[in-house]
């Protein structure tokens, strides 16, 4: 087998380096001339991505994924090349291992990954994936007659890999192009730089791997899927009737929250009763020193830890009455803005939203049917693991009484398709899984969130033909909104053209295509690039798998969570699932023990 030699060149570029520029040519308005040929011809502009990415660094073969859309074959790789893929996670990882003489699949999970609650979304993807692959090759899958296949694969809101490969802190990360082909079944990182050999599938949830399901069983497009395709339809209104506003609901809920740069929820305590503390110390020292300011870094460092040391000493209730007595919802806004940076997506979009109703409100003519830009606020929120209704919850009860309406009422996807304009704010795994096919269907136009994550589904829709991309961190938003009011016709011809996209893929024939591109083709090319061991050891000792993966991996080492005949889903034997003894610290005791 040759060795593939490029990733003795790359170097592992930063998050910045790779997204920036690209980020910065896809998130442009374009020239109205442009726009016009998008309109009669339906095709995205030319943007110069291969460009971008190779200015980064220089002899970058094709990703996995780059590969099997350009109908290429994969990279070969051995049952060591897939043990080896296990090095950039710690998270939520397993070996998909097809063993002839059982014939039968099996989930093997490593003592040396981390097991959280979210890694059971792992359970459902080794099903399914059994099933998906018995299904679709069985003359590949026929007992003592085949050969064992060996997958890595993956499941979570986005991959569970070591944060030292996302940083770039750990070189050993810049060899991911040896590693085998990964099927991840979730988000995955947009940009082919960031863990090239990982390839997206799709999300383990009832619109997309479970609708895969279904058409592998039936021939026939899921219910879940069959309802959004119609959703235009059954709301029937016209775009000049659709009311002019930016609108979303959905759960406050974490954002890619182990990547960095790691953003937060505004603390009511912290962000607004200290800040409002420190402004009021910060004005009165202005004021005495004649609002002179500080001459160098060493002054302003002990200004403000004298800053904060008087603030924190004011602690009780009482001052926090007098503060909140005080406080308008116009100051509210003006201090949650100072931290905007550090807020994550979906309270930069609740703030966006207050300050937008702030400054309608103030203008001179405005009457109480004059109407913000934008109306993004929380339905949901979790508690004690489970969502609730955020409406009249504790939690945001602070926000709310000093009129900073955080939280909304719940919108049937009816009621949300009388709005012009949908955003389809990123959650956990950077995306929103179901929320951007709903909202691209519906008659509105979609403002979709360009996070550092992306889903399959993602690869069939076109910036500037189907959706207008908003930014990570929303600065863009009321611009692009702004232009969208603007220029109504081009804004409607998008929003139509997004609409015929979901009717497409939710057809027979569209779905039939969709099939193939996203479950047939990933899966033949990962099964054509293996090497069994009875090729790679064939002029040496002969080795069966199982004593293959001892040698590499050692005794006691992996584990088998499923067993699976892959004849359907619930073929599945349920086999040793971690517990708190794999949990983070006992993990970080074992690798210390033994080695990474």
């Known amino acids: 087998m040759e060795e593939d030699h490029f990733h003795d060149r790359i ?48 002899n970058i073969p094709s990703s996995h994924a780059q590969l099997i859309d350009a109908n290429q074959p994969l990279p070969l790789y051995t049952i060591s090349d897939a043990v080896s893929s296990s090095k950039m996670y710690e998270r939520c990882f397993a070996l998909l291992v097809y063993d002839p003489d059982d014939d039968a699949f099996y989930g093997l999970h490593s003592k040396r990954h981390y097991w959280v609650s979210g890694c059971q979304k792992l359970l459902g993807s080794i099903k399914n994936l059994a099933f998906l692959l018995r299904k679709n090759f069985p003359e590949r899958f026929q007992g003592n007659e085949s050969e064992e296949l060996v997958i890595p694969i993956s499941s979570g809101d986005y991959p569970g890999v070591r ?8 070189d050993g990360c810049s060899h991911q192009y040896k590693y085998a082909p990964l099927l991840h079944f979730g988000s995955v990182f947009r940009h082919p730089l960031m863990f090239p050999s990982i390839i997206a599938m799709p999300m383990p949830s009832s619109h997309h791997l479970l609708c895969f399901k279904t058409w592998t069983t039936f021939n026939t497009v899921c219910e879940q899927l069959r309802a959004v395709g119609e ?39 912290e962000r607004l009763i200290n800040w409002s503390q420190q402004k009021t110390i910060e004005d009165k020292m202005t004021k005495k020193t004649g609002g002179q300011p500080a001459s160098d870094a060493a002054t302003k460092k002990r200004r403000l830890d004298y800053v904060r040391e008087l603030a924190a000493k004011v602690k009780t209730t009482h001052v926090h009455k007098q503060i909140l007595a005080k406080f308008t919802k116009a100051a509210a806004v003006e201090s949650l803005m100072e931290q905007y940076a550090h807020l994550l997506p979906r309270w930069k979009a609740a703030l966006l939203t207050a300050d937008a109703e702030v400054k309608a409100s103030s203008q001179p003519t405005a009457t109480d049917d004059t109407l ?5 606020r929380f339905s949901n929120y979790i508690h004690s693991g489970h969502k ?24 049937s996807l009816e009621a949300l398709g009388r709005y012009k304009y ?27 969130h360009f996070t550092p994550t992306k889903d399959y589904v993602h690869d069939w829709m076109t910036p500037w033909v189907h959706y207008v991309p908003v930014s990570s961190d929303l600065l863009d938003l009321k611009r692009k909104f702004d232009w969208a009011e603007s220029h109504p016709v081009q804004a409607k011809k998008i929003a139509d053209e997004g609409t015929k996209l979901m009717r497409f893929l939710t057809s027979p024939e569209g779905y039939a295509q969709m099939y193939q591109k996203n479950i047939v083709e990933p899966l033949r090319r ?19 798998w199982r004593e293959v993966l001892q040698e590499i991996e050692g005794d006691d080492v992996l584990f088998s969570l499923m067993k699976c005949s892959g004849i359907s889903v619930r073929s599945c034997e349920i086999g040793e699932i971690p517990d708190k003894k794999y949990t983070k610290g006992a993990s970080r005791q074992y690798m210390a023990g033994h080695g990474k």
């Open 388 to 411: 609730a209704d955020a409406r009249g919850a504790k939690d945001y009860r602070e926000w709310e009484n000093i009129g900073l309406d955080v939280t909304g009422d719940h919108k």
């Open 11 to 58: 170097s592992t570029p930063t998050m910045a380096e790779i997204y920036g520029k690209l980020d910065d040519e896809i998130l442009a308005i374009p020239e109205d001339s442009m726009l016009s040929s998008i309109s009669e011809n339906g095709k995205a502009p030319e943007l110069s991505a291969t460009k971008t990415a190779t200015t980064i660094t220089v």
């Open 231 to 269: 959703i235009g339809n059954e709301i029937g209104l016209e775009w000049e009737n659709l009311i002019p506003q930016v609108v979303w609901r959905g759960t406050d809920f974490s954002f890619l929250a182990r990547v960095p740069p790691i953003l937060i929820k505004p603390q009511f305590q």
């Open 422 to 448: 949908h955003i389809d704010l990123g959650g956990g795994g950077g995306t929103t899984w179901s929320g951007t096919i709903e909202k691209l269907a519906m008659p509105g136009l979609l403002f979709h």
């Open 163 to 170: 944060i030292s490969c996302i940083d770039g802190s750990d």
């Open 526 to 544: 990962v099964i054509e690039a293996y090497q069994p061991v009875s090729i790679i050891y064939r002029q040496t000792h002969w080795r069966t």
């Open 372 to 376: 913000p830009w934008a109306d993004m």
